[in-house]
């Protein structure tokens, strides 16, 4: 699986689309790729990649405008660990003195355009034991982050969990608000109003739709005065819901509508997504099954190689799985069904290949 932060640039405004929560795999093959975005072709060309973090509890990540770092959780410790945008290099680490409680400690991260930077742990629902807490630094080298919100009795079920992401929408002189995922079909909203924070539940996502979190849009479309977010699972396409913050709690996030193209996301794998209300963009980031290619593409001269060498990872399959294997596939299973398992595998060897030579970081150049 790849694990990917794209880093979109429009124009002069670069956006980052932070991930949460993907396999061991993922983060293992690669930690973080940063793209460059072509504004009509609408492609995303890799500029680095930097998979030594290589953590599955690496889970959340964000883009600090003031500074240009890469901020990346790990929820072991916990850490945040700062990366150059510019070619992915390691660049130090945020404090994370008092920072203590939860299933884990630190999950979910935000910025805002000045370098303030949020954070959240990460819970489970209905329990009144350990509570949800919205962590601030006024910055990077900010020594003393403070607990700003707490919320002290968790709604939903046991089976949820609350902190899976962490997103932040400014509403010019009147309020910083921000979304707090779930994993099942209600997530939390926390507004701060002249630094008065108030937590609401928020209700009637599809089922999985605010993890690892929404999504905001906007606010006061059409005159209203709504925020519309955006709810995804992995295998649905999108849906656009609409809340009022000013509704008594619990709020429901209303009818979904599901998102039609240009702005659908595929129904398999896109789990993260963001949005920029300044350019208008959308993005999503998948997490299939992209790995072997990734090990494949790292070592690329040095598998040719070994296959001419040892004549083809086919030849080699053949002294696993030829021979009475094959014959009583192609006589049980049909004519060619014993050449299929050949070859698949060898292509099972030469990936695992490509694996042990990645892990072990090593690489034929020429």
């Known amino acids: 699986m790849v694990y990917t932060f794209p880093l979109i640039k429009i124009m002069t405004k670069p956006v980052c689309f932070p991930l949460t929560g993907l396999k061991k795999l993922t ?10 975005f072509n504004g ?4 995303l060309v890799q500029k680095w990649r930097n998979p030594a973090p290589g953590s599955t509890t690496a889970r959340h990540m964000a883009y600090n405008q003031a500074t240009g770092h890469l901020l990346l959780v790990n929820s072991v410790g916990p850490t945040i660990s700062l990366f150059k945008s510019s070619d992915g290099t390691a660049d130090g680490t945020v404090s994370v003195t008092g920072v203590a409680g939860g299933t884990f400690t630190l999950n979910g991260i935000a910025t805002l355009p000045d370098g303030t930077i949020f954070a959240c742990n990460y819970v489970t ?19 003393n982050p403070t607990v700003v919100a707490s919320l002290g009795t968790l709604l939903g079920s046991t089976s949820d969990r609350f902190g899976s ?12 608000n921000f979304l707090i995922g779930g994993t ?42 709504n ?98 294997i094959k014959a009583y596939f192609e006589t049980n299973l049909g004519y060619g069904s014993g050449d299929l398992l050949v070859a698949a595998t060898g ?3 030469a990936f695992l290949y490509v694996r042990f030579l990645y892990k072990r970081k090593i690489f034929l150049r020429l």
């Not at 629902?125 to 910055?139: E, F, H, M, N, V």
């Not at 396409?237 to 998102?259: D, H, K, Q, R, W």
Request: aromatic share 12%; charged share 10%; hydrophobic share 40%.
């Open 27 to 36: 983060v293992l093959a690669v930690l973080t790729s940063i793209f460059a």
């Open 40 to 43: 009509h072709a609408q492609t």
């Open 125 to 143: 629902g209905a329990q009144s034991t350990s509570p949800l807490k919205i962590y601030k630094w006024l910055d990077e080298t900010d020594q």
């Open 165 to 176: 992401g962490l997103r932040v929408f400014i509403r010019p002189g009147v309020s910083t």
């Open 184 to 225: 099942l079909t209600s997530a939390y909203f926390l507004e701060n109003a002249n630094d008065v924070y108030t937590f609401k539940h928020l209700v009637g996502f599809g089922s999985q739709q605010p993890t690892p979190g929404p999504t905001f849009v906007d606010y006061g479309s059409g005159g209203s005065s």
């Open 227 to 324: 925020f519309r977010i955006i709810g995804k699972s992995r295998g649905t396409s999108g849906s656009l819901y609409s809340f009022n913050p000013a509704a008594t709690e619990p709020i429901s996030v209303g009818t979904a509508t599901s998102m039609t193209a240009p702005f659908a996301f595929a129904a398999n794998g896109i789990t993260t997504h963001d949005y920029d209300p300044d350019t208008g963009l959308l993005a999503g980031t998948t997490s299939t099954i992209q790995a072997p290619f990734v090990w494949m593409g790292m070592n690329s001269i040095t598998i040719y190689v070994t296959s001419n060498v040892i004549g083809g990872f086919r030849k080699l399959a053949g002294r696993f799985v030829g021979g009475d």
């Open 347 to 349: 292509l099972l060897l």
